[in-house]
């Protein structure tokens, strides 16, 4: 057993810093490399591009990041561990062999993890009984069935875990929950049991740090903003565990951002519902249990995690076509901008009402007023407002027709229009979230490790 590994966040969703993996197996020591690539709305993009060509489906960035960190994968022996295969894991793996292969590296295993993917199976899972309700509404999956763009499973650690076992030095997987691929080599290197509740916690702690990158080490920071250096170059943090759960939140040398009791704290209130209940598929963890030691120097101590049993349910993120949305938007000048903008969204909804369009929803936020705050805003004076509004529906005739009434608006509406660009707003498909249960006893992972 090792006396601690060190595991690098490298993105934090699709579209992060590119340069982020590069500079972690780079600039200092670490044994693994996770990248979070996936958000429930990322897999039904994901599920459309595989659709139009089933060669896609992964997050296509994390082969251009192969093309630069493969060979310090190589030379440092640095384990990679990613979501990125999306809704294509294999497609990713063949990928990136391609690039091993370009750059002359030999040796490489990669394991891909199969299994989350049910939307194929909806039918079937439903005829045998296993009743997918929306967990806010009640509603069953089959009233989206037709709609459905897709469906996963959000497992767990233990399926990466085998794949270490496996001796992979890549392991792509779909829709693995984002604080298993941090807590997979702390089992692995550590020889947690599957019943090891407080030792599982604390690695899912851990995760949820790691997970959305910088934004534990100063991105997105609500504090003492202005105080953090370099964010230019901003340092994506690195979980330093042991194997008794304790685990030190740090990051590179060198690097811009900070690692604070602050900046680690106000990650660990990223996206939790009740504190003491964080479920995931490994265990539940208690967050109100968490003890944290600002260490300075960019080093932040966790420790005193407790955990409790998972639950007997997988958590299923779907998605399905529910309507069209369409978007516009005018900026408006001083003298009285906000005052223009608001005439001009009368303008607009009173013509569109002669019009007889019809929409589930009609929204108007006027940005630099109170977009952000809504009616909460300080009533202050700007010199320039933008009037953004959006119309939702079924009927795409009307959302289009709504496209045409903007542009209008510059010649036949209040003055000081300006802004307008980008084209006449266009339908687009809206792609509603379906949150489900799903029985543990009905899923079949898959591990596959093949090498070049």
Same mark, same amino acid.
């Given at each position: ?256 951002? @900070?690692?604070?009791?602050? #900046?680690? =704290?106000?990650?660990?209130? +990223? /996206?939790?519902?009740?504190? &003491?209940?964080? *479920? ?45 949305? @369409?978007?516009?938007?005018? #900026?408006? =000048?001083?003298?009285?901008? +906000? /005052?223009?903008?608001?005439? &001009?969204?009368? *303008? ?105």
């Amino acid at each position: 057993m090792k006396t601690s590994i060190r595991i690098a966040a490298g993105q934090g969703f699709w579209g992060d810093l590119q340069n982020a993996p590069l500079q972690q197996v780079s600039r200092g020591q670490i044994d693994y490399l996770i990248m979070d690539y996936l958000a429930e709305v990322t897999m039904s993009i994901l599920q459309k591009q595989k659709m139009r060509n089933p060669e896609l489906g992964y997050a296509r960035d994390l082969v251009d990041v192969c093309e630069e960190i493969l060979p310090y994968l190589m030379e440092r022996g640095i384990t990679l561990i990613t979501n990125g295969g999306g809704v294509n894991p294999l497609a990713a793996r063949d990928k990136i062999f391609e690039v091993a292969k370009r750059l002359g590296i030999t040796g490489l295993k990669i394991g891909v993890v199969l299994g989350d993917d049910i939307l194929p199976r909806i039918s079937e899972l439903v005829a045998d009984g296993h009743e997918m309700l929306h967990m806010e509404t009640g509603e069953p999956i089959e009233k989206v069935k037709d709609r459905l763009l897709s469906a996963n499973v959000y497992t767990g650690a233990w399926p990466l875990v085998e794949a270490l076992k496996q001796g992979a030095q890549i392991i792509i997987t779909g829709r693995t929950t984002d604080t298993g691929l941090t807590l997979a080599p702390m089992i692995h290197e550590f020889g947690w049991g599957e019943e090891d509740w407080n030792l599982l916690a604390s690695g899912t702690v851990a995760g949820h740090i790691n997970e959305c990158g910088a934004q534990a080490s100063g991105g997105n920071f609500l504090g003492d903003w202005r105080s953090l250096p370099d964010m230019a170059d901003v340092g994506f943090p690195i979980i330093e565990a042991f194997p008794d759960g304790s685990f030190v939140v740090t990051k590179h040398e060198g690097t811009g951002g @900070a690692v604070t009791r602050e #900046t680690v =704290s106000e990650q660990l209130m +990223y /996206e939790i519902g009740d504190p &003491a209940m964080y *479920i995931t598929p490994d265990c539940i963890a208690d967050f109100g249990s968490i003890h944290i030691e600002d260490l300075g120097n960019n080093r932040v101590r966790v420790f005193g995690v407790t955990g409790k049993p998972f639950t007997p349910f997988f958590k299923v993120s779907a998605s399905y076509l529910d309507g069209f949305v @369409a978007f516009g938007s005018l #900026t408006y =000048s001083a003298p009285d901008a +906000y /005052e223009k903008a608001q005439a &001009a969204d009368k *303008i607009l909804r009173t013509r569109l009402d002669r019009l007889g369009l019809t929409f589930d929803e009609i929204r108007t936020e006027f940005v630099g007023m109170n977009a952000c705050h809504g009616p909460r805003a300080a009533q202050i004076v700007p010199n320039e407002v933008m009037m953004r509004i959006g119309v939702r529906g079924k009927d795409k005739a009307a959302i289009e027709r709504f496209g045409k009434e903007i542009a209008p608006l510059i010649l036949t509406g209040p003055p000081s229009a300006t802004g307008f660009s980008g084209g006449r707003p266009k339908a687009s498909d809206v792609v509603a979230y379906f949150p489900a249960l799903l029985d543990k006893r009905v899923l079949k992972m898959h591990v596959q490790v093949d090498a070049i």
